[in-house]
């Protein structure tokens, strides 16, 4: 079970967007299914990618489009990944786009392709192409719970946040769905994310406010330091608030969408992470005292991949030398370590490079034996800080992913 997640909590239709979604094999689970995203005229739509060089064929496909028309559709399809198929996997893709597009009566180039699952594997393309009149049949605003579903893989809960905001005395709405558990590592850290507002924002905005909110929330996580093939995340304004259009990046309007929005992906962010595979704890992770926000990101990211470390949070072991090892290991110039001091949560474990005075294996036990740990090194040599967020490894992650293929 998810670390400290229930259940999906309500999510509000978003004004101009319709789901549906259908399984297109006989087992007939949310592991083999699609999902289409309906997308009325005169939206405003930006999109980031993996930066994966092995990047799958609809990753390809969904950028080319996006440079040639406004998207109408997102078609995403979970079971099967289309990563690693060369031509063919190009080829396969764009069939299932043509399919879209004659029954839904819109050109090829505005239908935005997304599949995760197996990578190697050929995509299903007829049985895609017969789900889709079923998906298309099922499209409603109110489709998000079920694409939430749909769109899962090793996940063990659907992911998804709303959230209403009033500005300047008009409501506006942003809803957001996600997916990820494992091979999950900033640059985008296998995920993909589709968020929605009624606000009407123009396509500069838009890209802006994207940038801004993954940076500090989808780009802040990490499983098991495994960048995907098909990582994705959308972000679609509509336009049919009653809010007048934002089209400066310094009105208060375009500050509280950008938060709003950043909001509710910091929380998909997280929700990945409390459900990465075989996890049993959150783990907060900061850097402080740093002479830059990168390199405080460089430690944050070398203690939480840290095998060693993530395999004591399991265990609920305070064995803090892990940590001092993966922080001496992250490659910061003229270090002194002598400076450095490290919390897990309010107990001082280091201090002045050594252990605390006041420190006892009890305390660091009884941090560990949450459900929740913050860990925070200072590394006193500035005022920069980063924050990111991970989880431990336990024996179930390697159970889940010796087995991902026997399904």
Request: contains cysteine.
């Amino acid at each position: 079970m998810a670390v400290g997640l229930n259940r999906l909590p309500r999510l509000r239709p978003v004004a101009g967007i319709r789901l549906g979604s259908a399984p297109f094999s006989s087992k007939g689970t949310h592991r083999n299914a699609i999902t289409v995203l309906s997308i009325d005229e005169g939206a405003s739509s930006a999109a980031v990618f993996t930066r994966n060089a092995f990047c799958a064929a609809p990753v390809e496909i969904a950028r080319a489009h996006l440079h040639k028309a406004a998207p109408r559709f997102c078609l995403i399809n979970s079971g099967n990944a289309n990563a690693g198929n060369g031509v063919r996997g190009v080829e396969d893709t764009l069939l299932t786009c043509k399919a879209l597009a004659q029954h839904a009566g819109c050109s090829v180039a505005e239908v935005l392709p997304f599949s995760t699952g197996v990578i190697g594997e050929p995509l299903p393309v007829v049985s895609i192409g017969d789900a889709i009149p079923r998906a298309i049949a099922l499209l409603s605003p109110k489709g998000w719970a079920k694409a939430a579903r749909a769109i899962m893989t090793t996940d063990t809960i659907p992911k998804g946040m709303s959230k209403i905001t009033q500005i300047q005395g008009h409501p506006i709405t942003v809803t957001g769905i996600a997916k990820g558990a494992g091979m999950i590592r900033p640059d985008l850290a296998t995920m993909l994310a589709f968020v929605a507002t009624d606000a009407n924002v123009n396509e500069d905005g838009l890209r802006q406010i994207l940038q801004y909110a993954v940076e500090r929330s989808f780009n802040r996580i990490s499983v098991d330091g495994d960048t995907s093939t098909n990582d994705a995340c959308v972000l679609i304004a509509t336009g049919q608030s009653q809010l007048p259009c934002i089209d400066s990046t310094d009105s208060i309007e375009y500050l509280a969408c950008r938060d709003t929005v950043t909001e509710v992906c910091t929380h998909l962010a997280q929700a990945i992470v409390r459900d990465g595979e075989g996890a049993t704890k959150f783990v907060t992770i900061e850097v402080d005292g740093g002479r830059t926000e990168e390199e405080c990101r460089q430690v944050a990211y070398a203690i939480a991949h840290s095998l060693l470390v993530k395999t004591a949070f399991f265990a609920s072991d305070p064995n803090w030398g892990r940590i001092v090892a993966a922080l001496g290991r992250a490659g910061l110039k003229g270090l002194n370590v002598n400076r450095v001091s490290i919390f897990l949560d309010d107990v001082c474990v280091v201090e002045r490079g050594g252990r605390a005075a006041s420190y006892t294996e009890a305390k660091g036990r009884a941090v560990l034996s949450q459900d929740e740990v913050k860990v925070r090194a200072d590394l006193g040599r500035g005022h920069a800080s980063s924050i990111v967020w991970t989880c431990d490894l336990s024996y179930d992650y390697v159970r889940i992913n010796a087995e991902y293929r026997t399904w």
